[in-house]
């Protein structure tokens, strides 16, 4: 009896949060739309190229007015991967030789060198396409995951050593720093871009946006090496009962 | 320096990411590389507090923008508080750790994560974006759940997840109060909703105000959403209990108190929250108390009296909420210094008697005080203070928070919270101080006289506040002043 | 076309919520926690909208954008979101090693022995 009753009184209460969710929303956008004053959004889309040299609105936002937000963000993937790390010690490879079919495997061999141009492009056009170092880092660590998956797990630890992910990650995290510095250093703010003095380049151009492509290729490297390092920590266990 | 506020967060997260580098390259100089971080982040704060004790508060734009299109930091004399209690933590931390601890405790990442968990709390302290906060709030708490369960036994893993899961809450509510206010006034920096919040209809505000109460009541153990707090305490062990509880804990009632005052405006548009509060507060010091008076283990004992001291804590808030009510945030700013120092001290010292008796049940710590009469002294000075003895600066928090309150009721509570209290540290007394223990304890090993001399100079602070309490006083109703913008004038 | 999207974005919540509130295996917690968070960052997207307007990238003869700001508080939030789902499976997988079990209450049950 108890059994039945709780999944429905659980979605009951479910669906009369979500109505609330759902007014509450509304109500908030309607307040919003009806106060006058300049937008936020105008602000941002008239004014970004002239002040960041990026074309893409919102890498400008994530990258130059609210970069510090990205650094924290970029620092909370850096704790998961030392937290997983620290919850699940040291990889063990399985034994095991757990690899795909050779049809799979001849197929991806010769497409992954696309795969890799993807992310890359990507991360490098960050500013004047959708995209950016996030994105891409993302898809450059399901590269590594996919090595992984299709090759076996010691094939992938040869081809990219989790000490070079680490190292990868590490060097990027604090390149990340540095280029705020840099900021500092120029006599401006931290993070700062264009007040630092830094070239914006012709807006639209793969060189343009001042220190954005930077950080978008810092970002990328970083995401890209803590994501596929925590499928590393993830996946280097054969959780098996006889492990207890 | 003008670059103060943005380098008190940057300097523990460089610092975090160095000593991880410096763990995987030349773990020689790990201990060196910890101390460097801790002492540089400590004189930043200090820096920065110093500077922002005089009127008008520091104010600072990564990357020059300007709000509403960039993110501003802001330090005034009240954040100031808090940072000189985070440089006390993390010097603190790291000091008791070097004297406390093997070297086989320096592997692994406890300490890169104690450097992130204080820059991340310090980025709570000075941001005034509300996105930004969301995003050190969501840092602090996978730094948290990394220093909770990284001891790899069974139940620490198990007290990581519930932790996780609560949290996991407590920030989908923080991220949803934060898009209701983007969408309601077009920005998310904390200086402009405060112009603005007075269009919003009075029902969203509450909607908005009660996601945040209840998202930060979850961070610092309101009841009833501190059931994670006693496990997670034990899981993580009483050097890393000691940091969550004494200044992880502060900080999110920091939060709760900047929200409430600045872009809130909860004392004037939203006055009814407060009796609200106060019931809470009221509800979470005896359900604590009482919770504590039962517990067997000296370390869950310790994590539940934390949570009924959240309750004072929010009990100060909730009297504040006539406007101008400088008199009672001071009380509550009060009880927080002294909380911070005096819990931090319990617990320190408790590792001490844990390591002894090698076990946190209070049944085995039968006659620990002979072994180590200094530790156990400076133990029973900050019980002293945290229930409430005078002079002890413990028992001058406690009663500016009473006198603060416009009702009895919450005297009464106050009053029977400090007779609970008492109870259960009078316990442990009994038992430390027995004559004979029951069985030879373990041959004790070296105690550091630094790991000794941090637990008593924290204790010895506590007591030596309550001689000077009159000017103390006026210090936190300065702070609180510029928290409720009366700018400390009577 | 706002409203359609608050609604999918509170049935998601609901889904979330209930999987979070019901479920007992930690692997569907751990799934229900993303799906709750995801609608977040689709009640953020609606947010954005503007009618007629378009991708925040700027090229020449476009006038009309969304607002780009919820979509880079979106981007933020999806990525913070990722770090605690990898942190609460990696927990979990922990639990499995050395508890053998992914139920949540038959976790608990053991810890209790073990006090």
Not at chain 3, 2 to 14: D, G, K, M, R, S
Not at chain 3, 37 to 45: C, G, K
């Amino acid at each position: 009896m108890i059994r039945r009753v709780v999944p429905v009184a659980a979605g009951v209460f479910c669906l009369l949060l979500a109505a609330g969710f759902f007014l509450v929303l509304r109500g908030a956008v309607e307040t919003g739309s009806g106060r006058d004053g300049p937008l936020l959004r105008d602000l941002f889309t008239t004014s970004s190229v002239d002040e960041t040299g990026s074309v893409n609105v919102v890498t400008a936002i994530l990258m130059d007015y609210r970069a510090f937000d990205t650094l924290g963000e970029a620092t909370v993937i850096f704790t998961a991967v030392a937290v997983a790390a620290a919850i699940l010690g040291k990889p063990r490879p399985t034994e095991s030789q757990r690899t795909m079919g050779l049809l799979s495997r001849r197929l991806l061999s010769s497409v992954l060198p696309l795969f890799l141009l993807f992310p890359l492009f990507v991360i490098a056009h960050g500013h004047i396409s959708p995209g950016g170092g996030f994105q891409g880092g993302v898809s450059l660590a399901v590269l590594v995951i996919l090595i992984h998956v299709a090759f076996g797990d010691p094939f992938g630890q040869n081809v990219v050593p989790l000490r070079l992910l680490v190292m990868v990650e590490y060097g990027a995290a604090l390149g990340l720093v540095a280029v705020g510095m840099l900021g500092i250093v120029q006599g401006a703010s931290f993070l700062a871009n264009l007040a630092a003095g830094f070239p914006s380049g012709t807006p639209g151009s793969l060189l343009s946006g001042g220190v954005i492509p930077v950080l978008n290729l810092l970002v990328g490297l970083k995401v890209a090496a803590g994501l596929s390092s925590l499928y590393i920590y993830l996946s280097g266990h054969e959780a098996s009962r006889g492990d207890r | 320096m003008s670059h103060l506020p943005v380098l008190v967060v940057v300097v523990p997260i460089a610092g975090g990411f160095l000593i991880s580098l410096v763990d995987l390259i030349l773990p020689s100089v790990k201990k060196a590389a910890v101390l460097a971080v801790a002492l540089s982040h400590g004189c930043v704060l200090v820096l920065a507090a110093f500077a922002a004790l005089s009127y008008p508060p520091l104010m600072y734009v990564p990357g020059s923008w300007l709000p509403p299109v960039g993110i501003a930091l802001r330090v005034d004399s009240f954040s100031a508080l808090f940072l000189i209690l985070l440089a006390v933590g993390h010097c603190g931390s790291v000091l008791f750790r070097l004297g406390s601890e093997g070297s086989r405790q320096w592997e692994g990442k406890t300490a890169a994560l104690t450097a992130l968990l204080f820059g991340a709390l310090a980025g709570v302290v000075v941001t005034a974006d509300l996105f930004n906060l969301f995003v050190f709030v969501e840092l602090a708490t996978v730094c948290t759940v990394g220093l909770i369960s990284r001891k790899q036994r069974p139940d620490s893993s198990v007290a990581g997840f519930v932790y996780l899961m609560i949290a996991a809450v407590s920030g989908a509510l923080l991220l949803f109060a934060v898009l209701l206010i983007y969408s309601a006034t077009g920005t998310v920096s904390m200086s402009l909703v405060a112009e603005r919040i007075h269009e919003v209809p009075a029902a969203l505000h509450g909607v908005i105000l009660g996601a945040l109460v209840v998202s930060f009541g979850i961070k610092f153990g309101m009841v009833p959403f501190h059931v994670w707090q006693p496990r997670a305490y034990h899981a993580a062990g009483t050097t890393t209990a000691g940091v969550l509880s004494g200044f992880g804990m502060k900080v999110y009632l920091y939060a709760l108190f900047r929200l409430l005052w600045g872009p809130l405006q909860a004392p004037l548009l939203l006055p009814e929250i407060f009796p609200v509060l106060q019931v809470l507060a009221m509800v979470t010091i005896l359900v604590g108390h009482l919770m504590a008076l039962l517990e067997n283990n000296l370390i869950r004992m310790l994590a539940l009296s934390s949570v009924a001291h959240g309750g004072y804590i929010l009990l100060g808030l909730a009297a504040a909420g006539d406007v101008g009510a400088d008199a009672a945030v001071a009380a509550a700013l009060f009880h927080i210094a002294a909380h911070a120092l005096m819990k931090s001290s319990l617990l320190w010292s408790a590792h001490h008697a844990i390591s002894l008796a090698r076990s946190s049940r209070i049944v085995d710590h039968h006659g620990v005080a002979r072994e180590m009469p200094v530790v156990m002294a400076a133990f029973m000075v900050a019980a002293l203070a945290i229930a409430g003895i005078p002079p002890t600066g413990g028992f001058f928090s406690k009663w500016l928070v009473a006198l603060a309150q416009g009702s009895l009721l919450p005297v009464l509570v106050i009053a029977l919270g400090t007779v609970i209290s008492m109870g259960y540290y009078a316990r442990y007394f009994v038992v430390v101080m027995a004559k004979r223990p029951p069985e030879p304890l373990r041959q004790v090993r070296s105690r550091s006289i630094l790991s000794t001399a941090v637990v008593v100079v924290f204790a010895g602070v506590v007591a030596a506040a309550g001689v000077a309490q009159g000017p103390l006083q006026s210090l936190f109703v300065v702070m609180a002043g510029s928290l409720t913008g009366s700018g400390g004038l009577p | 076309m706002q409203n359609a999207a608050f609604v999918a974005a509170a049935l998601v919540f609901a889904i979330g919520l209930h999987g979070m509130l019901t479920r007992r295996n930690m692997i569907r917690i751990c799934i229900s926690i993303s799906v709750m968070e995801s609608s977040l960052v689709m009640a953020l997207v609606a947010v954005a909208y503007v009618p007629g307007g378009s991708a925040p990238i700027v090229s020449d003869g476009q006038t009309m954008f969304v607002d780009p700001l919820p979509h880079a508080l979106a981007l933020t939030a999806i990525v913070i979101g990722a770090g605690i789902l990898a942190i609460a499976l990696a927990l979990t997988v922990a639990m499995y090693r050395h508890y053998g079990t992914t139920d949540v209450l038959a976790v608990f049950g053991k810890t209790r022995e073990g006090q």
